[in-house]
């Protein structure tokens, strides 16, 4: 696969580290970090979870939450949480990716934009089932198209943001997203990992490759 047009975003002096010299203190320090953040970003956010929760319910007919199964750490399946986005009855739409796309409500416009949809995924990296930073959590139909990158991108817990975030997102192809996971499940360092957390606070603020 080529690389992305603008080159991934990493971290200076970063851009040839090899997992086999990550310490072994880094998982530790990762799950440390991962469960300090979750638990008091929950705790802080709270406000604006209920808020959205509300919001979600009563402008929409559905259930606030949307659970959708994906594939996470060593190949094991996941109920992923979001906020739901869509209509209760979207698949009446067909398929579609436009912008415009009728299936999303109004709220689940905005949700998107800022990425609140996301925010109860930090459940989700509460049980471990995700990390702050790490690949996107992919569905099954998508493991064909991981090729030989699949074994790597399952060494590693999928992420509620990661390098692919910050680097375009829906301006990438998919072959420069499986890249950019592929790398990142290669070669990430608990830096990395604080590195692309700074680079996603500014990637909500300015919206950029964001949908």
């Not at 209509?87 to 796309?101: H, I, P, S, Y």
């Not at 070669?187 to 590195?195: A, F, G, M, V």
């Amino acid at each position: 696969h080529r690389r992305p047009r603008d080159g991934p975003h990493l971290p200076p002096g970063r851009r040839h580290v090899r997992r086999g010299n990550i310490s072994a203190l880094y998982p530790v320090a990762k799950r440390a970090l991962d469960v300090a953040v979750a638990g008091v970003g929950l705790v802080a956010l709270s406000p604006v979870l209920a808020a959205v929760a509300v919001a979600v319910k009563l402008t929409s007919v559905g259930p606030v939450l949307y659970r959708g199964e994906r594939v996470g750490l060593h190949g094991k399946h996941f109920a992923i949480l979001k906020f739901r986005t869509m209509q209760a009855d979207a698949e009446r739409f067909g398929t579609t990716t436009t912008l415009g796309d009728p299936r999303i409500t109004r709220v689940g416009r905005v949700l998107r934009r800022y990425k609140l949809d996301e925010l109860p995924q930090l459940l989700n990296v509460l049980r471990g089932e995700m990390s702050l930073v790490g690949p996107r959590p992919i569905l099954e139909s998508e493991i064909v198209d991981f090729n030989g990158s699949f074994e790597a991108f399952c060494s590693v817990l999928p992420g509620i943001t990661g390098l692919w975030q910050v680097s375009g997102r829906n301006q990438t192809s998919y072959a420069e997203h499986v890249e950019l996971d592929r790398y990142y499940a290669r070669n990430w360092t608990l830096w990395l990992d604080l590195y692309i957390l700074a680079l996603t606070i500014k990637v909500v603020l300015f919206r950029h490759g964001a949908y």
